[in-house]
């Protein structure tokens, strides 16, 4: 129900910084909350950060203090700043919504980390 479209992934070094977007295709209030995902090989897709419609944030314990999730209301758009970028990071992104009953995913945006 909800369209995603994401940019923002990369090569950076160990250290670096990336910033994902990812923009929706209906207003962020009208949606449950929206978030991003990771992937990498041999590993669960698991939460990286979410927002709700009400702006409560939340944080996987692997990234608290160095990712930081923001909103543009204006745009429907949700960002995902990226400090301190380690190899574990490595993998795609996806960005998620969730509106009632329903799911929404982007396509995926790759990020890789150099040492």
């Known amino acids: 129900q909800v369209q995603l479209v994401e940019s923002g992934g990369g090569l950076v070094q160990a250290g670096g910084s990336l910033k994902l977007s990812c923009a929706a295709s209906r207003s962020v209030f009208s949606i449950a909350s929206m978030g991003w995902y990771r992937q990498t090989p041999g590993k669960e897709r698991e939460l990286v950060a979410s927002?709700?419609?009400?702006?409560?944030?939340n944080y996987a314990d692997s990234v608290k203090g160095r990712f930081t999730l923001s909103r543009d209301n204006a745009k429907n758009t949700v960002y995902l700043q990226m400090n301190s970028l380690i190899s574990e990071d490595a993998g795609v992104y996806y960005c998620?919504?969730?509106?009632?009953?329903?799911?929404?995913w982007g396509q995926g945006t790759q990020v890789t980390v150099s040492s």
């Open positions: 998620h919504a969730r509106r009632g009953q329903y799911d929404s």
């Open positions: 927002i709700t419609s009400g702006g409560s944030t």
